[in-house]
């Protein structure tokens, strides 16, 4: 009891208390239903529980960007992206097949968008990892940059 | 009593039907859990296996794709299995060298080479280790198998230009486009595609199952594996009715493993090797009868840099400036410690002995020396951080903590060797292995340069023991066991000692062609 509560009182056990259940189906604007009573949004945003998935961005622009603010998969799931459209219809398969990300983002726009990265393009690396859009891409776990594996490119990774 | 009669009557069973039922006993019980605790006899089937090919392939690098394309083709069913998210293993990172004995390139180039002078070339370098029979095989091979990846794959190669790597007698080696083994693995996958078959990522063999009539009969794997998680994953079986070919390559970044093999290479000493690069079915082989060997011949890049990943850029600098023009030098006595020209593995070892009774190395170099470096590599590496320039040697000794005397005695004395001898045959008391090259220079011109030195572990020379035909070899028999076919690094014998550069490639593709074709042909069973 006693460890429990100094460990609660230094924010230790919070992040299992707070693990949010994954719930299919729940639009994005309402946090409440996977995350509880948890505060996710900052103090003094706006109610957004009455607002259009796909809004966000009218607001959040520039600076104050959701990029690298928010998992990519609420980033998709509030820009009106619904499970089925990554995962197909019935019980969500373990990962989503990169097929279904280059249906909305091609792959020539995204080797186009990164040709002026630091060091290497990263949509257009000699190995054909770049076509496993997975490897650095996640939805429901942080990003990370997978050519770091070998090399020191320091890429922000959304 | 009744105690001590049934202790008895099952020392009596034991003693009647131990020899033949003791190994067998033992595992009876975990069955589908997982791999087995120690190195036990388990000769025990699963229950029902969940799935059924006629050829099973451990490892998607160039010996497993180049088996799975030559038993589909012959018509077998085939799955290739791959723990890492992505496959290609080391061989879609590799340089893309790749040796070929009396190719028709030699011959535009007007390069006289053959099939024997390749094998004697790879002989001497591996002290006379290698298995002559399959050293013959491969060189003998060599030229066709390059010309099949051309027409059969559409592999590209650098249409004027040959490598000679270090020990090959004359230039003998391709050269991939893009100077990586992607420019083979790419195609191989899609070739692959092609024909079906998809190598299952994430998919990690935990087990081989060995029966009691002594044949190989398939596997355990741990499907959605998240490297290196060893629990991840989901267990499962998978029959192998014709075959199973072990193509899971080295062990390089496997430290428990190859401490055991070699003492020297602890933690400290980094790989070139993906990280995916572990040693868990060269014990699995062990386990069920193979014959290891020479698994403590590891192959150390004495070239590379701890300031950098894998291979780098460091190498260049160390070897064609500081090693061929400058010096290496011990920065905790200030004094060189090898010859700088001598082989890879005499440099790495001593640098290597030297780390762990704690020395730091490093390679030396004067502006002239760095002069001859490709352009733009030097920019690269002072922007990395990985050389770094001063303007006198007192600052060199300080940034590395060098005792300052003995540092400028050592290069006073390298200078006045160079400068005491005839400009066309320079002459140095510690660099005697081969001729110092042509143009040394006395270490003179400011800026200095330095890169530290961190030899990392590149190719493991030993593994499987396997004839020709690529199959694996019992250890108690010296028979084949049958349904057992390896190939690639996970195997030994081929390059002995030392490996030379541009040779693991075609003993790849040689012998993963071998092994897939043989498998193909095997009788199933079951
Ligand atoms: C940086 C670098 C550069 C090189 N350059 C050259 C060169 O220019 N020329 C040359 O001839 N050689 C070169 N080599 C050596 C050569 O590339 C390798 O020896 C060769 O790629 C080995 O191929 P392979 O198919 O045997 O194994 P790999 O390509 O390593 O493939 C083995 C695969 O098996 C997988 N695996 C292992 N265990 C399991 C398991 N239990 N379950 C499922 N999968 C498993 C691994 O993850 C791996 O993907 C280089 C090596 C490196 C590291």
């Given at each position: 009891m006693k460890v429990a509560a100094i460990l609660l009182s230094l924010g230790m056990l919070l992040p299992l208390a707070a693990a949010p259940k994954r719930l299919a189906g729940v639009p994005a604007t309402q946090c409440a239903a996977c995350h509880g009573k948890e505060k996710v949004l900052p103090a003094g945003h706006e109610d957004i529980r009455k607002a259009k998935s796909g809004s966000c961005a009218t607001c959040h622009t520039g600076e104050t960007s959701l990029r690298a603010r928010l998992p990519l998969g609420h980033r998709h799931a509030l820009a009106g992206v619904t499970c089925q459209d990554c995962h197909g219809k019935g019980k969500p398969a373990a990962k989503a097949r990169p097929e279904a990300c280059v249906a909305c983002h091609a792959m020539d726009a995204l080797v186009a968008k990164t040709a002026q990265a630091k060091d290497h393009n990263p949509h257009a690396d000699q190995h054909g990892y770049a076509a496993n859009c997975n490897l650095c891409h996640h939805q429901h776990k942080p990003s990370k940059n997978h050519c770091l594996t070998c090399h020191s490119y320091n890429w922000p990774v959304p | 009593m009744s105690d001590e009669k049934s202790g008895l009557s099952r020392r009596g069973f034991l003693g009647a039907g131990g020899a033949i039922m003791g190994g067998l006993a033992l595992t009876q019980?975990?069955?589908?859990?997982?791999?087995?605790?120690?190195?036990v006899v388990d000769s025990t089937l699963p229950r029902k296996w969940d799935e059924t090919f006629d050829v099973v392939i451990v490892g998607s690098g160039f010996a497993g794709l180049a088996a799975a394309y030559e038993a589909r083709k012959a018509g077998a069913s085939v799955v290739v299995l791959e723990k890492m998210p992505t496959p290609g293993g080391n061989s879609i990172i590799n340089g893309g060298i790749v040796s070929a004995a009396g190719s028709p390139l030699q011959a535009k180039m007007g390069i006289k080479d053959s099939p024997e002078l390749m094998a004697k070339d790879m002989m001497v370098a591996g002290l006379g280790l290698n298995h002559p029979g399959l050293v013959k095989l491969i060189s003998e091979k060599s030229t066709e198998t390059v010309l099949w990846t051309i027409s059969e794959l559409g592999v590209k190669y650098l249409d004027n230009e040959l490598v000679q790597e270090g020990g090959h007698t004359v230039k003998r080696s391709y050269k991939t486009y893009n100077s990586s083994g992607s420019a083979i693995v790419l195609p191989q996958l899609a070739k692959l595609k092609a024909l079906g078959v998809e190598p299952r990522l994430e998919t990690f063999v935990t087990k081989i199952y060995r029966d009691k009539d002594g044949r190989v009969k398939g596997l355990q794997v741990r499907e959605g594996y998240e490297f290196p998680k060893a629990d991840s994953g989901k267990l499962k079986t998978i029959r192998a009715r014709k075959g199973v070919v072990l193509a899971h390559g080295g062990f390089g970044q496997d430290v428990a493993y190859r401490m055991i093999q070699d003492p020297k290479l602890t933690a400290k000493v980094e790989s070139t090797n993906q990280p995916g690069a572990t040693a868990e079915m060269w014990r699995e082989a062990s386990r069920i009868g193979c014959n290891i060997i020479q698994g403590d011949w590891i192959q150390v890049g004495p070239w590379a840099s701890p300031d950098e990943k894998g291979f780098g850029l460091a190498p260049h600098f160390a070897q064609e400036a500081a090693s061929m023009y400058g010096i290496w030098v011990d920065a905790t006595t200030g004094k060189r410690f090898i010859d700088?020209?001598?082989?890879r593995k005499i440099r790495a070892d001593a640098i290597m002995m030297l780390m762990n009774q704690g020395h730091k190395c490093i390679a030396f170099a004067d502006a002239k020396a760095v002069s001859r470096l490709t352009p733009g590599v030097m920019d690269k590496l002072q922007k990395s951080g990985v050389v770094k320039a001063f303007n006198s040697l007192e600052a060199v000794a300080d940034a590395y903590g060098m005792p300052k005397a003995a540092f400028l005695e050592t290069v006073a004395k390298y200078n006045t060797n160079i400068r005491n001898s005839d400009p066309k045959d320079p002459k140095d008391d510690i660099k005697v292995s081969t001729k110092l090259p042509?143009?040394?220079?006395?270490?003179?011109?400011?800026p200095f340069y330095v890169s530290r030195l961190l030899p990392k572990v590149h190719h493991c020379m030993g593994g499987i023991y396997t004839n020709t035909e690529a199959q694996a070899m019992d250890v108690?028999?010296?028979k084949p066991i049958e349904g057992l076919y390896a190939a690639g690094e996970?195997?030994?014998?081929?390059?002995?000692a030392v490996r030379l550069g541009s040779c693991a490639v075609i003993d790849c593709l040689v012998m993963g062609r071998a092994a897939g074709s043989n498998a193909a042909k095997a009788k199933a069973w079951g």
């Open positions: - | 019980l975990p069955l589908d859990g997982a791999a087995p605790k120690g190195a700088e020209l001598a082989n042509q143009g040394t220079l006395p270490l003179e011109t400011a108690s028999t010296d996970a195997t030994g014998g081929v390059h002995g």
